[in-house]
């Protein structure tokens, strides 16, 4: 009868040595601005909560979402910018 016990070493991962690599670093750079726009966004709604949300916060509310929106929309034409050879688009 053969062992069917696995091996620690082909089984195990590499250690995680609890750093981002280089490319989630760079990912992580080129999502910032979608990033901060939804962080913006995310205060906006969290100011609405405690009260009744006046003019001032309803067009808050609304100019963040816009530019989560946008940040979205840059995103995605940059990316898909990217993955096409010869920059045709």
């Known amino acids: 009868m053969e062992s069917i016990a696995a091996l620690r070493a082909t089984v195990t991962a590499l250690p995680f040595d609890g750093e981002p ?3 989630e ?6 999502e910032m601005p979608l ?3 939804e962080v913006d966004l995310l ?3 969290i100011m609405t909560f405690d009260r009744m949300p006046n003019e ?5 509310v609304r100019r963040a979402r816009r530019r989560v929106l946008a940040a979205r929309r840059e995103l995605a034409n940059r990316t ?5 050879p010869g920059g045709a688009a």
Not at 25 to 30: G, K, R, S
Not at 56 to 60: F, K
Request: charged share 35%; aromatic share 0%; net charge negative.
């Open 21 to 23: 690599s280089d490319a």
């Open 25 to 30: 670093l760079d990912a992580i750079e080129q």
């Open 35 to 37: 990033i901060l726009a």
């Open 43 to 45: 205060d906006a709604r």
């Open 56 to 60: 001032v916060d309803v067009r808050r």
């Open 80 to 84: 898909a910018g990217e993955a096409l």
